[in-house]
């Protein structure tokens, strides 16, 4: 589909939509306005960035690393590493400037680097290894993975989700000590999905 297309399907759209608003006020129609509100808001913000000359990639790049990257989930270091790997050298002011401050900065250093499609890699690639890993058996130690795992971005729940479902002792004792009753015909799918919703309440209410 060209832009063109896209144009006159939009107006085409928008002038049903007004002349049936009324008529769409079942629960389907609520949620797929929803996911196209979604879509659009996406969707502008891509217009917004190429017109303002900055490349899709840079975007997408700088999306991702502030999604992986919280202050209250990973350590600053992580951030120098990643700028090591991508530009040879760790960006300046790891000691002396704020979490979020760094990690603009690491940003705007890749980017004007033209380096985030190489970073995008390399992130890519850290986020297909698990990161919920339980060194202790403290219930503290365990209650914070589960709060990790409520921080993670979609990418990374994935791996999480993949990696816990084959460890099933894991999954268990996460579950277990997040206070969800499981029963023997729980499917690891269903423990897992069970999960993730009370470590992103945990994380939420946390945050």
């Known amino acids: 589909m060209n832009m063109n297309e896209l144009i006159q399907k939009m107006l085409s759209v928008s002038e049903k939509l007004k002349s049936h608003q009324h008529l769409m006020t079942d629960k389907i129609c609520i949620?797929?306005?929803?996911?196209?509100?979604?879509?659009l808001i996406k969707f502008e913000r891509l217009i917004d960035t190429?017109?303002?000359?900055?490349?899709?990639?840079?975007?997408?790049?700088?999306?991702?690393?502030?999604?992986?990257?919280?202050?209250?989930?990973?350590?600053i270091e992580e951030i120098g590493d990643l700028s090591k790997k991508v530009l040879g050298k760790k960006v300046s002011g790891i000691k002396t400037t704020n979490y979020n401050d760094y990690l603009n900065k690491v940003i705007n250093e890749i980017i004007k680097k033209d380096k985030a499609e190489f970073a995008l890699l390399i992130l890519r690639r850290m986020t297909s290894e698990p990161t919920i890993k339980i060194s202790g058996d403290s219930i503290e130690e365990i209650?914070?993975?589960?709060?990790?795992?409520?921080?993670?971005?979609?990418?990374?729940?994935?791996?999480?989700?993949?990696?816990?479902?084959?460890?099933k002792?894991?999954?268990?004792?996460?579950?277990?000590?997040?206070?969800?009753?499981?029963?023997?015909s729980n499917k690891p799918e269903t423990i897992f999905n069970k999960l993730l919703e009370v470590a992103k309440r945990f994380y939420e209410n946390t945050g």
């Open 50 to 75: 190429v017109s303002q000359g900055d490349k899709p990639i840079n975007n997408e790049f700088r999306q991702f690393m502030h999604q992986i990257f919280k202050k209250d989930v990973t350590d």
């Open 169 to 184: 002792d894991t999954l268990i004792l996460l579950a277990k000590t997040a206070g969800i009753k499981i029963k023997p």
């Open 143 to 167: 209650l914070l993975q589960v709060r990790k795992l409520g921080s993670l971005s979609e990418e990374q729940i994935e791996t999480e989700k993949r990696h816990l479902i084959k460890d």
């Open 31 to 39: 949620t797929e306005a929803g996911k196209f509100i979604n879509a």
